[in-house]
């Protein structure tokens, strides 16, 4: 005796269930279509890194975004950007980037606002990564007292699709 469940015979019936779980397991990964994440310090603040005019402000929301999943490609507009995120206790010295295996994290667009913001030239639109957490170092090394021990580190990428450009 074969028992129908929605048209579907009982011995196709959990294929279709297994099918239905993997599509909801896949659905919260899949975050922007093309793979890329968008950071400008000039964008409109709130975004959620899919696209220039919703770029996120702040680097370490598209590392974590990328962590998540939600990308293997991390684009940074013209800008300085400064670590975030903070030790355990807090230790603002200690915040630092974090390289996320199998990411690529390039600098030097254009951003939100340019005609062409996905145009890339390093030399005309700079994109810096600075330990200078207060923003008022002044030459030569003065004012320094609360820059990040370390601004960027790569400690756990273990893949060759981890790049910083």
Known sequence: MNIMVSGWPEPLRPRHCFISIVVLILLPVVGNANGQIHVDADAPGGGDGSS????????QMALDAAAGGGGDEVRIAAGTYVPSVLSSPPDGRSATFQLVDGVMLAGGYAGFG?????????????TRLSGDLAGNDIPPFGN???NAYHVLICGNTITSATILD
């Open 52 to 59: 220039w005019a919703l770029a996120f402000q702040d680097l």
């Open 144 to 146: 320094n007292g609360e």
């Open 114 to 126: 340019e005609p062409d913001p996905d145009l890339r030239d390093p030399a005309l639109f700079e």
